[in-house]
Nanobody, 120 residues
Framework: QVQLVESGGGLVQPGGSLRLSCAASGSIFSVFVMGWYRQAPGKQRELVAT???????NYANSVKGRCTISRDNAKNTVFLQMNSLKPEDTAVYYCNAAVRSTAGPVVGYWGQGTQVTVSS
């Protein structure tokens, strides 16, 4: 069993910053792509950013230049630094990871989500 635990969400004023963290734990053999997605009320879940184990990154156009995704492979942890936050960034942010457990195939796992609210 693999668990993803997110932290770092909260309330921030427009123009502010937040750093989200997500740690994978459990019966892990290796972690491949990790990423962040978000879901605003009444909208579908959308990609924010992904990062491979080799450090290759991909960002949604809406966050390019404002967000930076990074990871610590030794700790199976992924981070999302968000700057210049806008009210439209308000959403529940979910961590996702493609994990090969010690038991077998690669499976995608989701965290429980962390709320980010950008408001004055």
């Amino acid at each position: 069993q693999v668990q993803l635990v997110e932290s770092g969400g909260g309330l921030v004023q427009p123009g502010g910053s937040l750093r989200l963290s997500c740690a994978a734990s459990g019966s892990i053999f290796s972690v491949f792509v990790m990423g962040w997605y978000r879901q605003a009320p009444g909208k579908q879940r959308e990609l924010v950013a992904t990062i491979t184990s080799g450090g290759n990154t991909n960002y949604a156009n809406s966050v390019k230049g404002r967000c930076t995704i990074s990871r610590d492979n030794a700790k199976n942890t992924v981070f999302l630094q968000m700057n210049s936050l806008k009210p439209e960034d308000t959403a529940v942010y979910y961590c996702n990871a493609a994990v090969r457990s010690t038991a077998g195939p690669v499976v995608g796992y989701w965290g429980q989500g962390t709320q980010v609210t950008v408001s004055s």
